[in-house]
């Protein structure tokens, strides 16, 4: 199975449903280091990318992720809303007008959105941000998409590698954001950030699986 | 023709303070716009909220945006990556500067006349004008 329109909305779909899913969680992990909106605030940017799919009717997966960016830059209000939207944006220009993605272009697109985060945040790794979650996950991503693997396998990958980077922001210090002012207080907790990011990514490969 | 200034904050009443406080001591002819908070009035902030902003400080001579932190750099910085996608967009610069003093020294450069790059400037040597 390829990465289609239909799969593209599939996953923005449940994406909201996940993160609306786990707001609770989220908001107690962004109330431990964070201003304590993250999963709130997400919900919000999330249902706003479902409402410009509707309203758009994109015709290609990429324009599907265009528009879900552009959603969420418009509704989400924190400093995830700008990430978050950037980033599903250059994603979707990655695609470029491809109807039918394969796990390479898909690898590229995650990569886009990574860089993208990268560029706008100016976070590296080990900053304890979703950069963190992303990084293992593109990496893991494109690894099985270069051994010819599919769009699922490689999603998998993806997801599987993404938790593992959420789970190695705990013991990090936050030199980003809200969180870094906390200087050490801030390690021994996830990072809101990379968790939301996780579970967008189990998201993807549920919906290819 | 002067240049306008926007004031970006996650509190609508950090942007709207600084905004009259930066307006008294520059007077009347500079355009100073607030852009505090979220499209329903939540902390936070708003693209739309900013371009509207951007879009009425401008007199044609360029908007000097300013910004308290976090979400309010990266909404605008992504504003300034929308802009470059239009025709007829503002010229838009984004001050590395602290908030209220900067903007302070933003607008009352900007109510002399001078250009774009020379009020970010001014907005961004505000940093070293020690109070101790």
Same mark, same amino acid.
């Given at each position: 199975m390829a990465f289609d329109t239909t799969t593209a909305t599939a996953w923005i779909t449940a994406a909201e449903a996940v993160v609306k899913a786990n707001e609770a969680r989220l908001t107690g992990l962004d109330a431990a280091i964070g201003d304590g909106d993250h999963g709130a605030n997400m919900a919000r940017g999330l249902t706003a990318a479902l409402a410009n799919i509707a309203e758009k009717e994109p015709a290609t997966p990429g324009d599907v992720l265009v528009a879900a960016g552009r959603g969420i830059v418009a509704k989400t =209000? =924190? &400093? *995830?809303g700008p990430l978050y939207g950037t980033a599903f944006r250059r994603a979707g220009k990655a695609l470029g007008d491809t109807t039918d993605a394969d796990a390479a272009q898909v690898g590229e697109a995650l990569e886009a959105a990574l860089t993208a985060i990268k560029e706008l945040g100016g976070a590296a790794e080990g900053?304890?941000?979703?950069v963190d979650a992303l990084t293992p996950a593109v990496a893991a991503f494109q690894a099985v998409a270069g051994d010819g693997g599919t769009v699922a396998a490689a999603a998998q990958a993806g997801a599987d590698a993404a938790e593992a980077g959420l789970a190695a922001t705990v013991p990090l210090q936050a #030199?980003? =954001? #809200? &969180? *870094?002012?906390l200087g050490p207080r801030s390690v021994g907790h996830e990072d809101p950030g990379a968790a939301s990011l996780a579970l967008i990514l189990r998201a993807l490969a549920e919906v290819t699986a | 023709m002067t240049v306008g200034i926007v004031l970006v904050s996650h509190s609508p009443a950090v942007a709207s303070s600084v905004a009259e406080l930066a307006a008294e001591l520059a007077g009347p002819s500079v355009a100073i716009r607030a852009a505090g908070g979220? %499209? %329903?009035?939540?902390f936070g902030t708003s693209i739309e909220l900013i371009s509207a902003a951007v879009r009425s400080a401008d007199s044609g001579d360029g908007v000097c945006v300013l910004m308290d932190m976090g979400s309010s750099v990266l909404t605008s910085k992504t504003l300034l990556e929308d802009l $470059?996608? $239009? %025709? %007829?967009?503002p010229v838009v610069r984004l001050a590395d500067a602290p908030f209220a003093e900067g903007a302070v020294a933003a607008a009352v450069l900007a109510s002399t006349g001078q250009d774009l790059d020379a009020v970010v400037t001014s907005a961004e040597h505000a940093w070293s004008m020690r109070k101790l």
């Amino acid at each position: 199975m390829a990465f289609d329109t239909t799969t593209a909305t599939a996953w923005i779909t449940a994406a909201e449903a996940v993160v609306k899913a786990n707001e609770a969680r989220l908001t107690g992990l962004d109330a431990a280091i964070g201003d304590g909106d993250h999963g709130a605030n997400m919900a919000r940017g999330l249902t706003a990318a479902l409402a410009n799919i509707a309203e758009k009717e994109p015709a290609t997966p990429g324009d599907v992720l265009v528009a879900a960016g552009r959603g969420i830059v418009a509704k989400t =209000g =924190g &400093a *995830s809303g700008p990430l978050y939207g950037t980033a599903f944006r250059r994603a979707g220009k990655a695609l470029g007008d491809t109807t039918d993605a394969d796990a390479a272009q898909v690898g590229e697109a995650l990569e886009a959105a990574l860089t993208a985060i990268k560029e706008l945040g100016g976070a590296a790794e080990g900053d304890k941000t979703m950069v963190d979650a992303l990084t293992p996950a593109v990496a893991a991503f494109q690894a099985v998409a270069g051994d010819g693997g599919t769009v699922a396998a490689a999603a998998q990958a993806g997801a599987d590698a993404a938790e593992a980077g959420l789970a190695a922001t705990v013991p990090l210090q936050a #030199r980003k =954001g #809200r &969180a *870094s002012y906390l200087g050490p207080r801030s390690v021994g907790h996830e990072d809101p950030g990379a968790a939301s990011l996780a579970l967008i990514l189990r998201a993807l490969a549920e919906v290819t699986a | 023709m002067t240049v306008g200034i926007v004031l970006v904050s996650h509190s609508p009443a950090v942007a709207s303070s600084v905004a009259e406080l930066a307006a008294e001591l520059a007077g009347p002819s500079v355009a100073i716009r607030a852009a505090g908070g979220t %499209d %329903d009035g939540r902390f936070g902030t708003s693209i739309e909220l900013i371009s509207a902003a951007v879009r009425s400080a401008d007199s044609g001579d360029g908007v000097c945006v300013l910004m308290d932190m976090g979400s309010s750099v990266l909404t605008s910085k992504t504003l300034l990556e929308d802009l $470059e996608d $239009e %025709d %007829d967009a503002p010229v838009v610069r984004l001050a590395d500067a602290p908030f209220a003093e900067g903007a302070v020294a933003a607008a009352v450069l900007a109510s002399t006349g001078q250009d774009l790059d020379a009020v970010v400037t001014s907005a961004e040597h505000a940093w070293s004008m020690r109070k101790l």
